[in-house]
């Protein structure tokens, strides 16, 4: 690596701008190429950002040998394929969450960075922000007792509109659950580092053919649960809490982006704000720049096998409230 982590964008829309924005507030590190399915759309993404090698599809991108790692931001169903084309190419990868429609492709992307023995990694990038950093902290230090119980949720009112969005179409894995429900799972994930041992779900598929609305209650050993909600229907409070035995841990909404915390305990409370500059992708950005100058092949904050895990944990979800994919 260079003095500065050269960054490629693969893919033109929205998420990929907010990751550039972040992006451009990492001193070292730059966006210098961008890949979409066409030069038009290149060119319009490279003139807004000041970014001047444009290139009118994925592969010449990954192949583009002045780019040090790439940030998969196409819809979901186009994760696996897009990834392991850059992994093949030599290049390591952050990808946009969920990470795949299934577990099986999660699978598929992971044994491709370990066989080209790549950077691998989820772009979850709220387990990056600094209060959540003091979350765990608090939690590796026992200031809560034993973990029983989590609940987190992200909803927000949308429609189809005209012509329907990305959200509404299954076939770019669209609905509540791969939208935002990831961030709660991750969430729940994050505290207790372990996979459920039960599932239960209900959830409403709408005329799209899209989960509109679920609701989660994961199970754990020895009784501790999470209870996790998510919606494209409503808006929902954005809280997310820890419950121990010895205390509570409260993260302020929207927790998903948060920059404030509360411990509770013996009666008391501690609440401690941890802000950041840019919107919260740069966060990420930063500790991917950091893996890569140590050689790391994944990360800490959010290991490879978890993120499958996860994958496996929605793929049941989706079995429980009867959402199936067109392309599975």
Same mark, same amino acid.
């Given at each position: 690596?260079?003095?500065?982590?050269?960054?490629?964008?693969?893919?033109?829309?929205?998420?990929? $701008?907010?990751?550039?924005?972040? &992006?451009?507030?990492?001193?070292?590190?730059?966006?210098?190429?961008? +890949?979409? $399915? @066409? *030069?038009?759309?290149?060119?319009?993404?490279?003139? #807004?950002?000041?970014?001047?090698?444009?290139? %009118?599809?994925?592969?010449?991108?990954?192949?583009?040998?002045?780019?040090?790692?790439?940030?998969?931001?196409?819809?979901?169903?186009?994760?696996?394929?897009?990834?392991?084309?850059?992994?093949?190419?030599?290049?390591?990868?952050?990808?946009?969450?969920?990470?795949?429609?299934?577990?099986?492709?999660?699978?598929? /992307?992971?044994?491709?960075?370990?066989? #080209?023995?790549?950077? =691998?990694?989820?772009?979850?990038?709220?387990?990056?922000?600094?209060?959540?950093?003091?979350?765990?902290?608090? =939690?590796?230090? +026992?200031?809560?007792?034993?973990?029983?119980?989590?609940?987190?949720? !992200?909803?927000?009112?949308?429609? %189809?509109?005209?012509?329907?969005?990305?959200?509404?179409? %299954?076939?770019?894995?669209?609905?509540? =659950?791969?939208?935002?429900?990831?961030?709660?799972?991750?969430?729940?994930?994050?505290?207790?580092?372990?996979? %459920?041992?039960?599932?239960?779900?209900?959830?409403?598929?709408?005329?799209?053919?899209?989960?509109?609305?679920?609701?989660?209650? &994961?199970?754990?050993?020895?009784?501790?649960?999470?209870?996790? !909600?998510?919606?494209? *229907?409503?808006? @929902?409070?954005?809280?997310?809490?820890?419950?121990?035995?010895?205390? /509570?841990? $409260?993260?302020?909404?929207?927790?998903?982006?948060?920059?404030?915390?509360?411990?509770?305990?013996?009666?008391? #409370?501690? @609440?401690? #704000?941890?802000?950041?500059?840019?919107?919260?992708?740069?966060? *990420?950005?930063?500790?991917?720049?950091?893996?890569?100058?140590? +050689?790391?092949?994944?990360?800490?904050? /959010?290991?490879?096998?978890?993120?499958?895990?996860?994958?496996?944990?929605?793929? @049941?979800?989706?079995?429980?409230?009867? =959402?199936?994919?067109?392309?599975?």
């Amino acid at each position: 690596m260079g003095e500065s982590i050269r960054w490629g964008i693969l893919s033109t829309g929205a998420i990929a $701008r907010s990751f550039v924005k972040g &992006l451009n507030e990492v001193p070292d590190a730059e966006p210098v190429a961008v +890949g979409s $399915r @066409t *030069q038009q759309a290149a060119d319009a993404f490279g003139d #807004e950002f000041g970014i001047s090698r444009r290139h %009118p599809s994925y592969k010449a991108l990954a192949n583009d040998p002045d780019v040090d790692v790439i940030y998969v931001a196409t819809p979901h169903s186009l994760h696996r394929e897009n990834s392991i084309l850059c992994l093949r190419a030599g290049k390591p990868v952050l990808c946009e969450k969920p990470f795949a429609i299934n577990r099986s492709e999660a699978a598929e /992307i992971v044994a491709a960075a370990r066989e #080209e023995g790549l950077f =691998l990694m989820e772009a979850m990038w709220t387990r990056f922000l600094p209060i959540m950093y003091q979350v765990r902290q608090w =939690l590796r230090d +026992g200031q809560i007792g034993e973990v029983r119980m989590v609940s987190a949720d !992200f909803g927000f009112g949308s429609s %189809p509109g005209t012509t329907k969005s990305r959200l509404y179409d %299954p076939a770019l894995g669209g609905g509540a =659950l791969m939208d935002v429900g990831i961030y709660s799972l991750s969430f729940a994930s994050m505290v207790y580092r372990r996979v %459920p041992c039960r599932v239960m779900s209900m959830g409403h598929i709408g005329e799209l053919e899209v989960d509109e609305q679920a609701g989660m209650m &994961l199970g754990y050993d020895a009784g501790a649960m999470a209870m996790l !909600f998510t919606s494209i *229907q409503c808006g @929902t409070s954005h809280w997310a809490h820890i419950m121990g035995t010895k205390g /509570i841990i $409260r993260i302020h909404p929207p927790y998903w982006r948060g920059t404030t915390a509360t411990l509770v305990r013996d009666g008391k #409370e501690e @609440t401690v #704000e941890r802000t950041y500059d840019g919107n919260g992708y740069n966060c *990420q950005a930063e500790a991917v720049g950091r893996y890569l100058r140590e +050689g790391k092949l994944e990360s800490e904050e /959010i290991p490879l096998d978890e993120t499958v895990d996860i994958m496996g944990t929605m793929d @049941t979800i989706r079995d429980r409230i009867g =959402l199936k994919f067109p392309m599975e």
